[in-house]
């Protein structure tokens, strides 16, 4: 009977609980007919789209895919810890998982700086419409979860935090690493 409990449990309470999961999937639903919106749109102005994305810099955005990447292999070794009760380990994982998270931030940063600088704002052309939407909305998904890896990391630390909030956590994270997945081909490398 506890097998058949526990598959139960799986079925219907996914790793980070249901209401995470209905938050991640609006998320990606979000992003994806943003996604959308934005193809349809270049398939108006092909030329325009194209020589705009060109002056994005792939480099910077396969940077930010490893930052992100990393970051996401990080946080599920933090879970992974977490479970075999060795809070050391998962705290340092998970500092480890936030260092990425930062140092995407911090490369994003660097980008917008130059893209502001050579003009290519917000209304530059329907191209950087869509880049600093969807780019600028990621960012703020990549700061709330670098809130929330912040109040776990303490949860850890004081021996507090519980199985379901780690894993929502590390949901939340791997979202984040998932919708720049979308983002970076479609915005750096496709159009």
């Not at 194209?50 to 792939?58: F, G, K």
């Not at 996401?72 to 936030?98: P, W």
């Not at 290519?120 to 709330?144: A, C, D, E, P, Q």
Request: charged fraction near 10%.
């Amino acid at each position: 009977m506890r097998n058949a409990e526990i598959n139960y449990k799986n079925i219907y309470y996914p790793p980070g609980g249901i209401l995470m999961w209905i938050l991640i999937f609006l998320e990606l639903i979000t992003f994806g007919v943003a996604l959308i919106v934005l193809v349809v749109n270049s398939n108006e102005d092909l030329e325009l789209f194209h020589q705009s994305r060109l002056a994005l810099n792939t480099t910077f955005g396969a940077l930010n895919t490893v930052f992100l990447l990393t970051s996401g292999f990080f946080m599920a070794t933090t879970v992974h810890q977490f479970k075999q009760s060795n809070n050391q380990k998962a705290s340092f994982y998970l500092n480890l998982t936030m260092l990425g998270g930062i140092f995407f931030l911090i490369l994003k940063g660097v980008e917008y700086y130059l893209k502001i600088n050579t003009g290519y704002t917000l209304g530059y052309n329907s191209f950087f419409t869509f880049y600093w939407l969807l780019t600028g909305f990621h960012v703020i998904h990549v700061l709330v979860g670098l809130v929330i890896l912040l109040f776990m990391q303490n949860g850890i630390k004081r021996s507090i935090a519980k199985l379901e909030d780690v894993e929502a956590s590390a949901a939340f994270w791997h979202m984040c690493d998932l919708i720049w997945l979308l983002l970076f081909p479609v915005l750096y490398l496709i159009l």
